[in-house]
């Protein structure tokens, strides 16, 4: 590893200068931990409501086709009734890492970036859904923090981001490529210290780390390609970081293919082509959503 | 029938879930014509069955979904419902992240597998041309090229349909408004002349493209187009029957090279159709690919 990308690797190391998910989150999550029958609406809703900004957020999202929703719900309680209790921790969790990216101008549009990680969310647990994985849920979860190293990076290493960034729309590549030759690191690697250093469960951990190289993964290998597969459709179908990498995939022969379809064999015959043709009503949504709910300060 | 329209979308503009016989018509259409409509397309889909229904005099959806699959006239009224949801689509320029990927990516590939092969010629095959606006875009597309990455190159398009007032109309190369709407201007400008009240295409994109009237299932005629790089057959397959299909996908697969590409039309899909080909995935486009396996003998007819 050259000086540069030492010195780089210890900044990224030394997380101090990156703000942490809203306090009430992590109460939130560890609550709804807990097995159901435990589990209160109202102390859900009291812990959102805590937060006013993350509950306005979470009306808005709540209110999306998206979350399923068809009729109007006009407070955190219905929402949460409405929806359930798994749905309103995806939405507070979406809405909170939306607060988490610096302010002013950055090396990366901040609406792509959001639209590339709520996307990739949704396909997640929409591809889950169809190939019956056993925690729809969790893909979710691992789909929106998949990319968190991102963020990092654009606290820390931010000029040297926005060369990856412009190395990489330039060149049509992907990003994670262009970051290693300019940075010396990746943002699987940066993600992995911050989902840690986040104390995240070692499943998104591993999402985190090793979506570019899914092989990689040493446990939960399924949810990791899971979020590898996923994350290249949405990058393939116009989803991606704001430029198109000129490539051909065929899903079949990517290293998550194999490491999932071990655990849901209904993938050796996935309709790839009809996902594909769905997802262009999933990416018109998230445009809308992403401008209703992103509000740069 | 899949699940309630993936559980994302609200029907455009009604505030309310989707008419379940619409997800099943949408579903039936997949199916049996292998083109999908989104859900952001379902309203789309709705005008469009709403058009056939008043046509028969059917008021609910749910009965319109009887006449695509119970009724005598299902597989007319399949047909006409095909035409209305492919309608408007002949025109230059039709599918732009399609030829974007064409041009940055497939011909990239097919040039360097073309580079090993002896001769510097490319042959590209728009299968279901229809009045020509397809094979002439490809035309226009590759002459950009020819002084950067196809110079010393030569180029062909074979273009075929089996209307016969379509291929004279192409032949003709003269084109209204309706057309012309999505020819960038740096094109329109280079490549198209005034003709009365249309456009026409000049010469040059014009001696590039060679029309021909061919039946697709026609294995004789079609045992004549070898050596293809890339298939362009775009709302054309949705109208044969499974067993059809499969015999036009063979064709394909017959004439293409081993590197050779299928383009279909948006949202239009070979899945459960044919395992000749495989699905590969290109910005914004999807495509499929020769599979290896033992080249098939044409059934000739003599």
């Given at each position: ?28 999550l ?31 999202l ?157 446990h ?24 198109n ?9 990517e ?10 064999p ?12 769905e ?19 | ?62 009965d ?69 606006e ?44 309706y ?23 000049v ?39 499974v ?5 036009v ?20 899909s ?20 020769k ?12």
């Amino acid at each position: 590893m050259s000086t540069q990308a030492t010195m780089l690797r210890r900044k990224l190391e030394n997380l101090e200068q990156m703000p942490t998910i809203p306090t009430v989150l992590a109460p939130l999550l560890r609550y709804l931990e807990q097995p159901l029958d435990r589990l209160e609406v109202q102390q859900v809703v009291d812990l959102i409501s805590q937060d006013k900004s993350l509950a306005a957020q979470c009306l808005y999202l709540a209110n999306s086709p998206l979350f399923g929703r068809w009729q109007t719900v006009d407070t955190v309680r219905n929402a949460v009734i409405a929806l359930g209790l798994q749905r309103m921790r995806d939405i507070a969790v979406s809405c909170s890492v939306l607060a988490l990216l610096p302010q002013g101008k950055t090396g990366i549009d901040p609406v792509v970036f959001w639209e590339h990680s709520l996307g990739c969310a949704l396909v997640c647990r929409q591809f889950a859904h169809k190939i019956a994985y056993e925690d729809p849920g969790k893909a979710y979860l691992a789909g929106l923090l998949h990319d968190i190293g991102i963020v990092a990076h654009l606290w820390i290493v931010p000029t040297e981001f926005a060369s990856s960034l412009q190395a990489a729309s330039f060149q049509h590549i992907p990003l994670h490529e262009a970051e290693l030759r300019i940075l010396g690191t990746t943002h699987c690697e940066t993600g992995k210290l911050v989902a840690e250093r986040w104390h995240l469960t070692p499943d998104l951990i591993a999402a985190a780390g090793c979506h570019h190289d899914a092989a990689s993964a040493t446990h939960d290998r399924a949810l990791v390609a899971l979020v590898s597969l996923s994350d290249l459709l949405c990058r393939m179908c116009g989803l991606g970081y704001g430029y198109n990498e000129q490539r051909q995939i065929n899903f079949l022969e990517e290293p998550g293919f194999a490491m999932l379809a071990a655990e849901c064999p209904s993938l050796e015959s996935f309709d790839w082509a009809r996902f594909t043709f769905e997802l262009e009503a999933y990416i018109e949504e998230v445009h809308r959503l992403v401008s209703l709910v992103y509000r740069p300060q | 029938m899949s699940s309630p329209s993936p559980s994302l979308y609200r029907a455009a503009d009604t505030g309310g879930s989707p008419n379940p016989s619409l997800i099943q018509i949408r579903d039936l259409v997949y199916r049996v014509a292998g083109i999908f409509q989104p859900d952001n397309k379902l309203r789309l889909l709705e005008d469009r069955c709403s058009k056939r229904m008043e046509v028969l005099g059917v008021t609910a959806l749910r009965d319109y979904y009887d006449c695509l699959t119970v009724k005598p006239i299902r597989q007319a009224e399949m047909v006409a419902l095909l035409n209305e949801i492919t309608i408007g689509e002949t025109c230059f320029f039709r599918n732009q992240p399609q030829l974007d990927a064409l041009r940055d990516v497939v011909l990239t590939r097919i040039l360097e597998a073309r580079s090993k092969l002896p001769v510097r010629n490319l042959r590209l095959w728009s299968a279901g041309c229809s009045t020509g606006e397809e094979p002439y875009t490809l035309s226009m597309m590759l002459l950009e090229e020819t002084n950067a990455r196809l110079k010393g190159w030569n180029f062909e398009i074979l273009a075929t349909d089996l209307n016969e007032r379509s291929i004279a109309h192409a032949k003709h190369g003269i084109y209204g408004d309706y057309s012309t709407r999505n020819i960038p201007q740096y094109y329109r400008q280079k490549y198209f002349m005034a003709r009365g009240e249309g456009l026409q295409v000049v010469p040059d994109v014009k001696a590039k493209v060679n029309f021909n009237r061919v039946n697709l299932l026609d294995a004789a005629r079609i045992a004549f187009m070898k050596g293809v790089d890339l298939v362009l057959c775009c709302n054309v397959l949705i109208y044969f029957d499974v067993s059809s299909k499969r015999q036009v996908i063979q064709h394909f697969y017959n004439n293409l090279l081993p590197h050779g590409y299928l383009f279909l039309g948006h949202s239009e899909s070979l899945y459960g159709v044919s395992d000749d080909f495989r699905l590969v995935h290109l910005p914004s486009a999807t495509a499929y690919v020769k599979t290896e396996k033992r080249q098939v003998a044409p059934q000739v007819k003599l």
